[in-house]
């Protein structure tokens, strides 16, 4: 499966963004899928993740109560609604795919990495 992240930009602080991870050449049902995220300087970082099956999903800590990870399989896409956007948001985020039912949050249990968006959050 191809993934690939679209719909970052620039926002002032308290905006919001949404992030799509379209699949392409297999359904994305087939997968869970997490979203990462790499700021300047830092290691890339768990944003949220969400199950193949049960739809069960997984927030960090930092973005808890403004993100939220949805999918739309009809449309072989999955979403990050991204509200309350604060400065320290700003980085690259990145949508994976592992093949396992469950979700995780660690990176190196995923095995399929779009390219990223860059969202950058002003002050």
């Known amino acids: 499966v191809q993934l690939q992240a679209f719909g970052g930009g620039l926002v002032q602080a308290g905006g919001f963004l949404r992030l799509s991870c379209p699949a392409f050449?297999?359904?994305?049902?087939?997968?869970?899928i997490g979203w990462f995220r790499q700021a300047p300087g830092k290691e890339r970082e768990f944003v949220a993740s969400?199950?193949?099956?049960?739809?069960?999903?997984a927030y960090a800590d930092s973005v808890k109560g403004r993100f939220t990870i949805s999918r739309d399989n009809a449309k072989n896409t999955v979403y990050l609604q991204m509200n309350s956007l604060k400065p320290e948001d700003t980085a690259v985020y990145y949508c994976?795919?592992?093949?396992?039912?469950?979700?995780?949050?660690?990176?190196?249990?995923?095995?399929?990495w779009g390219q990223g968006t860059q969202v950058t959050v002003s002050s």
């Open positions: 994976a795919g592992r093949g396992g039912s469950a979700y995780s949050t660690i990176e190196s249990r995923y095995d399929y």
């Open positions: 050449g297999r359904t994305i049902s087939g997968y869970s």
């Open positions: 969400t199950s193949k099956y049960d739809l069960s999903t």
